[in-house]
């Protein structure tokens, strides 16, 4: 069994490298498997995206797509390429608890919590170290609220 893991920007890999010169020796299709993992990640784009791609002993192939890392869906809600506070706020944006909990349901598969509410707090966790506003406020005021369960109809 052949296991391939690349980062392609979601909707756009291509017979080139990465994927080209890591497929073609493995005697796959290669037009088909870009073809197969640009459908799988057009939703995306404009991110780095984790790609598997699993080979077997009867040419079988099998593609998992992951999920973009949390900072970077964070960036894609909040519209913004870089996240660099504003000079006169100190934050780079303000995110709303729905898009939190968005991210946090897309990413739940590879997170350790056990419960959206703590998940949510993670991702919430992130926007701290981002300078990101949560609804306003204070990224660990939010948490502190969550944990006093403020927001527990949100959570569910």
Do not use: F, H
Not at 19 to 37: H, Q, R, S
């Amino acid at each position: 069994m052949n296991v391939v893991e690349v980062l392609i920007e979601g909707g756009k890999a291509s017979p080139g490298p990465p994927l080209g010169p890591a497929l073609g020796p493995l005697g796959v299709n290669i037009k088909e498997v870009v073809g197969t993992v640009n459908e799988l990640t057009k939703d995306y784009a404009g991110m780095e995206v984790p790609v598997k791609i699993t080979i077997d002993a009867t040419g079988k192939v099998d593609i998992t797509v992951g999920v973009p890392p949390t900072s970077a869906l964070i960036k894609r809600a909040l519209g913004i390429e870089k996240a660099k506070p504003d000079s006169t706020t100190g934050y780079v944006g303000d995110i709303s608890l729905k898009q939190i909990r968005e991210i946090a349901q897309k990413k739940r598969g590879e997170m350790l919590s056990t419960s959206l509410k703590s998940a949510v707090k993670e991702i919430i966790g992130t926007c701290v170290s981002m300078s990101v506003r949560v609804e306003g406020k204070d990224a660990k005021e939010t948490q502190r609220e969550i944990e006093e369960g403020k927001y527990d109809e949100v959570m569910t």
